[in-house]
């Protein structure tokens, strides 16, 4: 009687015991799924910023603590709590300091400040930032109305700007609007949905183009209305992710003749690799907790892979990234370029941060810009 009470009893825990390890593993990826619903399927408008130590100013230069980020030459913004301004080419570099060319723009940078150093030197709208005149217009979208930024052109062939992480605004377009605009090509910098002025979805789930796509079809609609062709599509890290469900799902990818792709995003499960890996998470829990996110939040991330899509392009591609770009690895890039060679050019800029190609090196960007855009007109003569 005793026996049969105390195998009953150890039946019963390790039934308990089960059920206990089923609910925990169970509950913890639910807690994995939703982390990554904040952190890689909720829309962010700016990535975390990196600070580095204002340790001297004077009228003309600007000494910063010794990092990477302050040792990358060319032409970057600065702000501070008090200030912002540019700083230009490194002068001098020692154990400690990097002293670089400065100029102020608004406020007042101070010693001891933390300093934020980024690739947007020509902040706001194109009269704002270049004198370049533009109009605000209206795209009617699947969910409401979407603003946009429009510069004339006598082409009829447009550029399409789609924006990424850090340029909610549309200021991103502004470092290269002025080469756009010298070759002629009408702009079209547009919104999409969760955007702050831009119609907002009612879960608050970005899905990195599954549905966004439609807006960008929606504003390559309202050019077609206007006059435009056919297209050219420059997007920054996420915007790209946008831009290749566009590319796959609408009909108007025949009319894009070529995309600008600069840090982008190809592979979104990369992204929710990173994640996983920077937070330590166990690949026990990883893995479930991205199906689970997945099945929750209906992202297929097989979908958004466009490294295992390749062989489904069919758009020429001038694909820029930096070597040292910690927010949007560059491995995928380079797995694409490999993946599609016969429709990728490859500018792999060696030590460059994200999005920051432009600033270190101006002349380089702006060549394969210009090739890219060659390339257009010959394939629009021949057809």
């Not at 990196?50 to 009228?59: G, N, S, W």
């Not at 998470?281 to 929750?296: E, H, V």
């Not at 991330?301 to 591609?317: F, K």
């Not at 060696?350 to 257009?376: C, K, M, S």
């Amino acid at each position: 009687m005793v026996k049969r009470v105390f195998g009953l009893v150890a039946r019963v825990a390790l039934v308990a015991a089960l059920v206990g390890a089923v609910w925990w593993f169970a509950s913890s990826s639910w807690d994995v799924a939703d982390e990554l619903r904040a952190n890689v399927l909720t829309y962010r408008y700016r990535p975390e910023a990196v600070t580095d130590e204002v340790l001297a100013v004077t009228a003309e230069t600007i000494t910063l603590a010794r990092s990477p980020r302050t040792q990358l030459n060319g032409v970057l913004a600065i702000e501070t709590p008090g200030g912002r301004g540019l700083v230009g080419e490194v002068r001098t570099v020692d154990a400690d300091a990097v002293v670089r060319g400065f100029n102020l723009i608004a406020g007042e940078v101070d010693v001891g400040d933390a300093a934020v150093l980024g690739s947007q030197v020509r902040p706001g709208d194109p009269f704002s930032a270049l004198g370049i005149r533009f109009d605000d217009v209206a795209v009617e979208g699947p969910l409401g109305t979407y603003p946009a930024w429009f510069v004339e052109g006598e082409r009829t062939t447009w550029v399409i700007y789609v924006h990424g992480w850090g340029s909610a605004d549309r200021s991103g377009v502004n470092n290269v609007l002025p080469l756009f605009t010298e070759l002629g090509y009408p702009v079209l910098a547009i919104s999409y949905r969760d955007d702050p002025t831009a119609p907002p979805t009612d879960d608050e789930v970005f899905r990195w183009g599954l549905d966004e796509w439609e807006d960008v079809e929606a504003a390559a609609r309202w050019a077609r209305d206007q006059g435009a062709d056919d297209f050219v599509v420059f997007a920054h890290d996420q915007g790209a992710s946008l831009v290749s469900m566009f590319l796959h799902e609408s009909p108007l990818r025949t009319r894009t003749r070529a995309v600008i792709y600069d840090s982008p995003v190809l592979a979104v499960d990369d992204i929710a690799d990173a994640y996983a890996e920077a937070e330590e998470l166990p690949r026990y829990l990883a893995s479930p907790g991205k199906a689970l996110a997945a099945f929750r939040f209906h992202v297929r991330w097989s979908r958004l892979d466009q490294v295992g899509r390749a062989d489904e392009w069919e758009t020429p591609m001038l694909l820029i990234h930096g070597t040292a770009n910690q927010q949007v690895p560059v491995e995928s890039s380079d797995r694409f370029a490999d993946a599609r060679p016969d429709l990728v050019t490859y500018e792999r800029f060696d030590g460059i941060g994200h999005l920051l190609a432009w600033n270190a090196n101006r002349p380089r960007y702006e060549l394969a810009v210009r090739r890219l855009f060659t390339q257009v007109e010959a394939l629009l003569a021949e057809s």
